[in-house]
Nanobody, 119 residues
Framework: QVQLVESGGGLVQAGGSLRLSCAAS????????MGWFRQAPGKEREFVAA????????YYADSVKGRFTISRDNAKNTVYLYMNSLKPEDTAVYYC????????????WGQGTQVTVSS
């Protein structure tokens, strides 16, 4: 019902910046939250950031707080993740996800985009 496409990943040196984008299409009506998650090789998938589609309230993992910023453009059905002061430990595949207000879990996921931070 909801399709998500991430873009903007790439290779960057430590201390650099990247902007990830997530474009949503399909039946987006009823979406309450959009989130970013990441997974490094051999690691569990972890929460990075989320934003409310209603009031733009934001939530961040402690590991990225102060360095990453999540924002939205509701007219374009697009969510962005601005990543600054990148560290090698930020290297992972980043996924965006959508959650309906009637659900407690993120049910829709994008294909992921690779972010690699070199030292």
């Amino acid at each position: 019902q909801v399709q998500l496409v991430e873009s903007g990943g790439g290779l960057v040196q430590a201390g650099g910046s990247l902007r990830l984008s997530c474009a949503a299409s399909g039946r987006t009506f009823g979406t309450a939250f959009m989130g970013w998650f990441r997974q490094a090789p051999g690691k569990e998938r972890e929460f990075v950031a989320a934003i409310s589609w209603i009031d733009s309230s934001t939530y961040y993992a402690d590991s990225v707080k102060g360095r990453f910023t999540i924002s939205r453009d509701n007219a374009k059905n697009t969510v962005y993740l601005y990543m600054n002061s990148l560290k090698p430990e930020d290297t992972a595949v980043y996924y965006c996800a959508a959650r309906r207000g009637s659900s407690t879990e993120y049910a829709y996921w994008g294909q992921g985009t690779q972010v690699t931070v070199s030292s």
